[in-house]
């Protein structure tokens, strides 16, 4: 038996939901049985590295306090920067190299890869350089909690040395996913959040580093696992891991011209995409730093559980990216339309299900973070309603995530740009803001979720809906079919 079809949970509970779907006739079992091989290893990668962050934020917490969670929730906005770019061009990536895997053109699809590889290292060096050099001004901007920037910034400089290695991390995922192989990617990547919270644990209580323990071991995480995916793609495998489906030759161009306009022609939108959610959250925590330290603190645990509920996103967004991607490679469009809408219908039951467990479960989720009787006073039962709020938005994020997954793999990727800037810019921060300086309070944070959640899904739908995308996903098919190594 393949190791990819070892039963586990989470793919027996996607298999569960998706075949009580296909009973009562609104999924063909066949698609969602190909989508749920490619979705649960995504998603299992997902909780790894999401549980992981509610992990670091959870040692610190007890470590530090809650001014150090605060400090980090600072920081966030400004590492963030690092998947503006890596997002973005992995995004491309998937895009490129989806088609050509469809469509057995190997020879483009390495040239698709090499000229991620050099494009994303040089469009994250210079964010490594700013973030290392002025830490703490940066953090300052947000906050004139001296704690909290003392944290912040400690934290920010030495996290930045792992930018470029996270960034690539997602070029290296995105290869496999689109060439069919979730499983390698989820191996590797949820192997290094598992040694990174061993690596936290040890540098934060063993050495007592704190915020500078957690910043080091997630550095260092990301470069192992940057190693290993170099390694399998020049090599076609990893001992203990398997076979690669391709295999990358480090011989050829680097710098092709025209692979690369199509990956930045694809990937900017996306980036843009990336950058509404990254840019907004620099106003959205100067907007929170009014409300006090505790209530930063709450708003950062409550987005490590929305970032754990938001996990199937990963894999259902992804599989659509591929398994649509391959479709047009193929020249089936109406295939890569059923795809979508299948896959949608899955995802939305999938969230409301992992949503309610939270919610019914949400205050001893909270008391995790943190334990000081004296600060948790204050912190935990915002945190609680906090949570409970994003537990009934993240269901939107079912249709968000599916239908600009399908988008990007066409190359339609403008209106995923223009959801994110009307969700974030148009709802999101100006509520937040509301709650800060008038008697909306503490319901501007817990309407924000929605802007997150609610208003991307209606702008994806309906762009999804009007059939452009068919047409746009022409200019990126490949030209000719290769078997060529």
């Known amino acids: 038996m393949s190791l990819s079809r070892l039963p586990n ?39 790894a590295r999401m549980s992981k962050s509610a992990v670091d934020v959870a040692m610190v917490g007890i470590a530090v306090g809650p001014a150090a969670i605060a400090g980090i929730g600072f920081a966030g906005p400004f590492w963030g920067i690092a998947f503006v770019v890596g997002g973005g061009l992995a995004t491309g990536t998937i895009a490129l190299v989806s088609q050509r895997y469809g469509a057995e053109a190997f020879d483009q699809l390495g040239q698709a890869v090499r000229s991620s590889f050099i494009t994303v290292v040089v469009g994250t060096l210079p964010l490594v350089v700013l973030l290392w050099t002025f830490p703490t001004e940066l953090v300052s901007l947000l906050t004139d909690d001296t704690e909290a920037i003392e944290q912040g910034a400690a934290y920010l400089q030495i996290v930045a040395l792992g930018i470029p290695f996270g960034a690539l991390n997602l070029i290296g995922g995105r290869v496999l996913i689109g060439a069919d192989d979730a499983w390698t990617p989820m191996v590797l990547r949820a192997g290094g959040a598992v040694a990174n919270i061993g690596l936290n644990a ?47 030759s480090p011989r050829g161009k680097y710098v092709h011209l025209e692979t690369i306009r199509d990956l930045v022609k694809i990937s900017v939108p996306v980036m843009g995409r990336n950058s509404v959610w990254t840019g907004a ?61 299948d896959i949608a219908r899955v995802s939305v039951t999938t969230y409301a299900v992992a949503a309610g467990i939270v919610f019914a479960f949400a205050e001893p989720i909270v008391h995790l973070f943190v334990d000081d ?14 949570v409970h709020a994003s537990c009934i938005a993240v269901i939107a994020r079912g249709i968000t995530g599916t239908y600009a997954g399908a988008l990007d793999a066409a190359g339609d990727t403008t209106w995923t740009f223009y959801a994110y800037v009307v969700g974030m810019f148009g709802f999101t921060i100006p509520v937040v803001y509301l709650g800060a300086t008038t008697a909306l309070g503490l319901w501007g944070l817990y309407l924000s979720f929605f802007g997150q959640s609610l208003i991307p899904a209606l702008v994806n739908y309906y762009r999804f809906s009007t059939g452009k995308w068919k047409a746009i996903s022409e200019q990126y098919r490949p030209e000719s079919s290769s078997t060529a190594g």
């Open 9 to 47: 949970p989470i793919r027996l509970g996607i298999l569960w939901i998706g075949l009580g779907l296909v009973r009562v006739g609104l999924v063909d079992e066949r698609r969602i049985r190909r989508m749920t091989d490619l979705a649960w290893p995504r998603i299992v990668t997902g909780l």
């Open 202 to 248: 040890v540098l934060i209580f063993g050495f007592g580093m704190g915020v500078v323990g957690a910043a080091l071991g997630t550095a260092l995480a990301n470069l192992v696992v940057t190693v290993a995916f170099a390694a399998g793609l020049l090599a076609g495998g990893l001992p203990g891991v398997g076979a690669f489906p391709v295999t990358v």
């Open 281 to 341: 959250r620099f106003p959205l925590f100067a907007f929170l730093a009014l409300f006090g330290s505790h209530v930063v603190a709450a708003y950062v645990i409550a987005e490590r559980v929305w970032g754990l509920m938001n996990t199937p996103g990963w894999g259902f967004g992804l599989a659509t990216s591929s398994l649509v991607g391959q479709s047009l490679g193929d020249g089936n469009v109406p295939e890569a339309e059923r795809y979508s809408h």
């Open 373 to 386: 009787p004296e600060t948790a006073a204050e912190t935990i039962p915002v945190a609680v309603a906090l």
